[in-house]
Nanobody
Framework: QVQLVESGGGLVQPGGSLTLSCAAS????????MGWFRQAPGKQRTMVAT???????RYADSVQGRFFISRDNAKNTLYLHLTGLKPEDTAVYYC?????????WGKGTLVTVSS
């Protein structure tokens, strides 16, 4: 099973920016799809952004135009660029990927948006 390790979370003021990284132990070009999900305290985990093998990206309505997903195939790393952060973006952000039908998750990185 591919291991995923997220990094880049932290405390940021409203309106600020962060870039999250997800390093994969396997080739991300062989993943059927990859994405970022988040889980706020007391809430269910929800999709933030996904990217297909062909490079098509999809975003949750709540982050459209503020967050951007990208990947570096040579580094086997997925990124999530967060801009215009709001307090309601506070959550643990999880990296996800599907390899041969197996759903792999990282342990998450905490993003806190507060003044």
């Amino acid at each position: 099973q591919v291991q995923l390790v997220e990094s880049g979370g932290g405390l940021v003021q409203p309106g600020g920016s962060l870039t999250l990284s997800c390093a994969a132990s396997g080739s991300i070009t062989s993943a059927n799809a990859m994405g970022w999900f988040r889980q706020a305290p007391g809430k269910q985990r929800t999709m933030v952004a996904t990217i297909t093998k062909g490079g098509s990206a999809r975003y949750a309505d709540s982050v459209q135009g503020r967050f951007f997903i990208s990947r570096d195939n040579a580094k086997n790393t997925l990124y999530l660029h967060l801009t215009g952060l709001k307090p309601e973006d506070t959550a643990v952000y999880y990296c996800n990927g599907v390899w041969n039908g197996v759903n792999c998750w990282g342990k998450g990185t905490l993003v806190t948006v507060s003044s």
